[in-house]
């Protein structure tokens, strides 16, 4: 993701200099693209008005900006730091607060589309920011999405990405059991498909994912192990706030067992294995 975005950037005429925790990879983006490759976070930011983060979640943004040759303290005052990243948003609001004390801007930003749209440059960003550091950010964010939308303060990007990732999982979980009923009782499943996306069972779900769980293609384009993530910290924002998730409870319990079986860095339409095996049914639907 983070590669794929970075060479938008790069494509609009921006200055980009790329630090990865795996060098060879900064170096792949180097290659194919017009970056410099810096050896630190800090020397990433040194000089720059914008430093953009795209991690696995709120430790490593932190480890990134405030550990040892983090990019925090090569800031300079009046900078901006974009996390793309999605995270709790606890962990935005703190990373904002001590930046602030160096006189740093910060915005939560965390994205969806996967890797297809962060190649083409069309992904949903939504935005926790104040007014006037989202209209600063707006020409960066452009240049990687298509669809840019502020909603709200700090903190409360990574609230509506998190709601948004667990309906999907919810919603995935769903298509996953309806397929598996469908495919129990003897239907063709494409003809089934074909009939609930139709009607008022139509969802993203259902059009994305019903081939790669009927064909059990788990070829990764979000990783099952980052939805059980997103999940979890929705139902803990959840809790903090005193309003109950009951369906995404259920489908955290889906998704942590598909990870327990080793699904985990396969794409999250591997969560239909576990309705699968309940049903008793083994392997893919193109086996029968």
């Not at 996390?83 to 939560?108: C, N, Q, W």
């Amino acid at each position: 993701m983070g590669s794929r975005m970075a060479a938008n950037l790069v494509r609009a005429g921006f200055e980009v200099v790329v630090w990865n925790r795996t060098i060879e990879r900064a170096r792949e983006l180097a290659e194919a693209h017009d970056v410099g490759v810096a050896s630190s976070p800090a020397e990433a930011a040194r000089e720059a008005d914008f430093a953009i983060t795209m991690l696995g979640d709120g430790p490593d943004v932190a480890a990134v900006l405030f550990g040892e040759d983090g990019a925090a303290a090569a800031l300079a005052e009046g900078s901006l730091v974009i996390d793309s990243t999605t995270t709790a948003p606890t962990a935005a609001t703190e990373a904002a607060e001590r930046l602030a004390g160096s006189g740093i801007a910060f915005i939560d930003a965390p994205v969806s589309g996967s890797r297809p749209k962060a190649e083409d440059g069309t992904l949903t960003i939504m935005v926790g920011a104040s007014p006037e550091d989202f209209d600063r950010a707006s020409a960066v964010l452009e240049a990687m999405g298509e669809l840019i939308v502020h909603v709200g303060p700090v903190g409360h990007g990574q609230m509506a990405k998190l709601i948004m990732n667990t309906l999907a999982a919810v919603n995935a979980a769903a298509v996953a059991e309806g397929l598996t009923l469908g495919r129990r009782a003897g239907l063709d499943l494409e003809s089934l498909v074909k009939v609930v996306g139709a009607g008022a069972g139509a969802s993203k779900m259902l059009e994305l994912k019903n081939a790669p769980m009927r064909e059990h293609d788990f070829e990764p384009l979000f990783k099952l192990d980052h939805m059980l993530k997103d999940v979890r910290h929705c139902l803990a924002a959840a809790r903090s706030l005193g309003s109950p998730l009951p369906l995404g409870e259920q489908a955290e319990r889906l998704y942590s067992a598909a990870a327990s079986n080793g699904l985990g860095q396969g794409d999250f339409a591997a969560v239909v294995t576990i309705a699968e095996q309940a049903a008793g049914i083994e392997g893919p639907a193109s086996g029968d």
